[in-house]
């Protein structure tokens, strides 16, 4: 194991300092109530299965998070790994708004201070208070994403100062319920309860697995101070957001997955924008230009292999 995993886990017993002032807020009910009740919708929209609806479903869900949270949450409005016209990025944070993960600005927030204290006190949802909590524990208890104002000027004024962003932080909600009125208009209740229901919570646990699962299961290419690891599964159901070690090296790349069989279709939407004049200034790493930091794993520990032969012969 290299020195910055090891240093890591062994941060794991301070870093229940936010989880324990996270569990005296108390839970967050509001958010708890439509956990519960759309988990119930889901299991619901089993036993009102059509074609039809399981189509909807899976189009919804590809627009909700791949060009909704991959695309523009995460790789365009967190880490500005490419630009796009205002009314582009204004309609890719709508589609976002469908995955029901919280607006824009509360979002962005999130995941900035998520990199800023990666697996270390601070961290919102680290493993290292528990796998639980890292995957959907740390938003039902506390105030994890309700952030103040000062934490929002300093951690996303590029957003908090942009009208359009501020509104659609306020309504994110409202997207869904257009959505679920048109569903029904056409389809009836099994569209509505997989096109929204079922479609929410795969989305949810899919994007809560890259903050649980890819910080202690997978495979690791950089030596990254962090516990991120790449995982394939999770990248098949992200759209390309469990190659998450790459990320985590390598933050402000529109691309995560490096390697030619890393699937990663959230780059492909990305690079299609880009052929259509759509996205400029697109920053990218592959395993053919890669910056000299943080070094590759396999470099890391020859290196230490090469130390600890060189300190036995002294």
Not at 42 to 50: E, S
Not at 228 to 241: D, K, P
Not at 255 to 267: C, F, K, L, P, S
Request: aromatic residues 14%.
């Amino acid at each position: 194991m290299n020195k910055g995993i090891d240093n890591t886990l062994r941060c794991g017993s301070t870093t229940s300092l936010r989880k324990d002032r996270a569990t005296n807020d108390g839970i967050n009910w509001v958010t708890t109530t439509a956990m519960i009740l759309f988990h119930l919708g889901a299991v619901a929209a089993l036993f009102f299965f059509t074609w039809k609806a399981f189509f909807v479903a899976l189009l919804l869900w590809w627009i909700s998070g791949s060009f909704g949270i991959g695309m523009c949450y995460h790789r365009l409005l967190t880490h500005r790994g490419y630009r796009t016209p205002k009314w582009l990025e204004y309609l890719l944070t709508w589609c976002a708004t469908l995955a029901l993960e919280g607006g824009p600005i509360f979002w962005v927030a999130t995941h900035r201070i998520h990199h800023q204290f990666s697996d270390v006190e601070g961290d919102p949802h680290s493993p290292n208070d528990g796998k639980w909590w890292s995957h959907m524990g740390w938003i039902l208890v506390g105030k994890s994403m309700h952030h103040d104002t000062t934490t929002l000027a300093r951690y996303v004024p590029d957003l908090t100062e942009d009208k359009v962003h501020v509104w659609l932080t306020k309504y994110h909600w409202t997207s869904n319920v257009i959505v679920g009125v048109i569903l029904l208009a056409i389809g009836g209740l099994p569209w509505v309860l997989w096109g929204v229901f079922f479609r929410v919570v795969l989305g949810l646990h899919s994007t809560w697995a890259v903050n649980s699962i890819t910080h202690w299961w997978g495979t690791r290419r950089f030596a990254t101070k962090d516990l991120s690891t790449n995982n394939f599964l999770i990248a098949l159901f992200t759209f390309g957001e469990g190659w998450h070690n790459n990320h985590h090296a390598h933050p402000v790349s529109a691309r995560h997955g490096m390697a030619w069989w890393e699937i990663d279709t959230n780059w492909y939407g990305i690079w299609m924008l880009k052929k259509l004049g759509l996205a400029r200034h697109v920053y990218k790493v592959t395993l053919n230009n890669l910056p000299p930091r943080p070094a590759l794993v396999r470099d890391l520990r020859a290196a230490e292999l090469a130390t600890s032969a060189a300190a036995g012969n002294n």
